[in-house]
């Protein structure tokens, strides 16, 4: 909605669009309360919008001197926010994406933005996506839009250079999209498909426009194709999270692990290796059956990925890889190196690995991990894991 309105209102200040929209939402929360909601909802919210914008323009001189002929001559373009038209939106958040990843504002602040304004992302949401605190993320937001602000802000076509130059920057934020859905560190709900869905569906649109349908486009999108192929079976009926290896493999969507394959092959037409072709390929393997073999490739992506650019995330998931291949005793002095003690996924893997082998040591671990992370049902699933160690220390015990 903050998109189209600054599309289509030309407005210069995003303030004044996220305000229009969330004033939208809660006269709808209000309204919808008494009245019941809509029979199309989607419209009702486009119409709201379009006539707090209106509001907004007559209470400012802006309105009369420069506004009100052009809203008078162009009552079809009025109309298209109106009739919510899908091409209109999707076109609007995309051009809105590459307008605020703005070469003016560092890389990570341009990701900052948009994970903000686009996606919706609340100040901890982002904090987690870079591994910063929520008071730093508090103040590059603030630069950034001061910056934008201050180089005047709008939406205007860029030229094939202008979009080659930021189109990095908009995969790392759909990528960073993606990945809060597909494990959310703050939400109450450690798998969110709306964020998938959404962040798969700009990809999509970014691979069907000629100046954004590269190869890191396509592999990107091959990876978030493996990775929904497998959203369904992440969780059971209560909700609750299920590891990957003990998930049902019938409830794997087999038609997103082939278009998966037909983007990663795509992907492949040019010389380009990036970190979303090793990412995807790691993915893929992930969909296959070949219990065998698969860990000591996916450990060899994992050792190309982690020279491209190295992250905390990436090492445990490397050691995850190891233990799998070569045992977890090895990966357990692999992921003592890495020094990772005020990360929750280092302990959570730690508790894991020495789950088999020294109890004690993994309930600690789990706790460490309880404490350390902000999202509920992974604090629950631990409790649980802890809970099951008891149980097997006390029969432990009782057998003597």
């Known amino acids: 909605m ?12 995003i303030e004044i669009a996220e305000d229009i929209a969330s004033d939208t939402f809660l006269k709808a929360s209000e309204h919808w309360a008494i009245h019941g909601i809509p029979e199309n909802p989607t419209a009702w919210l486009y119409t709201v919008a379009k006539n ?6 007559r209470r400012s001189s802006l309105f009369e001197s420069d506004i009100k002929s052009h809203l008078k001559s162009a009552p079809s373009e009025l109309e298209e926010v109106v009739a919510f038209d899908e091409q209109i939106i999707a076109d609007s958040q995309l051009a ?37 605190k929520p008071e730093a993320i ?18 205007v076509p860029l030229s094939e250079r202008g979009i080659a130059s930021r189109l990095s920057i908009v995969l790392k934020t759909l990528y960073l999209l993606f990945n809060e859905g597909y494990f959310s560190k703050t939400n109450d709900n450690l798998i969110r498909k709306d964020l998938c869905c959404e962040a798969t569906r700009l990809t999509v649109l970014l691979t069907e426009h000629r100046s954004t349908d590269t190869a890191e486009a396509n592999a990107l999108l091959a990876l978030m194709c493996f990775q929904s192929s497998r959203l369904d079976a992440r969780t059971n009926d209560q909700g609750e999270y299920v590891l990957y ?57 994992y050792n190309q990925l982690i020279l491209i650019e190295y992250s ?8 995850f890889a190891l233990a799998k291949a070569q045992g977890f005793e090895k990966a357990i002095a692999e992921a003592e190196k890495l020094n990772l003690k005020e990360n929750s996924y280092y302990h959570k893997l730690q508790g894991f690995l020495l789950s088999e082998i020294n109890m004690d040591q993994a309930i600690y671990h789990f706790t460490q991990a309880i404490r350390l992370t902000c999202s509920n049902p992974e604090k629950q699933l631990l409790i649980e894991e802890i809970a099951r160690l008891e149980k097997r220390k006390a029969a432990a015990a009782e057998n003597g």
């Open 312 to 319: 905390p995330v990436t090492a445990l998931n490397r050691t």
């Open 52 to 57: 707090k914008a209106k509001d907004h323009f």
């Open 245 to 301: 290896d003990d998930q049902d493999r019938r409830l794997w969507d087999k038609s997103l692990i082939e278009r998966g394959n037909f983007y990663l092959v795509k992907a492949t037409d040019s010389k380009e290796t990036s970190k979303y072709h090793l990412e995807a390929a790691i993915a893929y393997w992930h969909t296959t059956s070949d219990e065998e073999g698969k860990w000591k490739h996916i450990l060899l992506l």
């Open 138 to 155: 508090k103040k590059r937001l603030q630069r950034a839009r001061t910056n934008l602000r201050n180089d005047n802000f709008k939406l």
């Open 2 to 13: 903050t998109a189209v309105l600054c599309r289509h209102f030309g407005l210069k200040d």
């Open 96 to 132: 809105m994406i590459f307008a605020v990843c703005n070469p003016i504002n560092s890389s990570e602040n341009q990701i900052c933005l948009a994970l903000q304004i686009l996606c919706g992302f609340s100040i901890k949401e982002i904090a987690n996506a870079f591994l910063s």
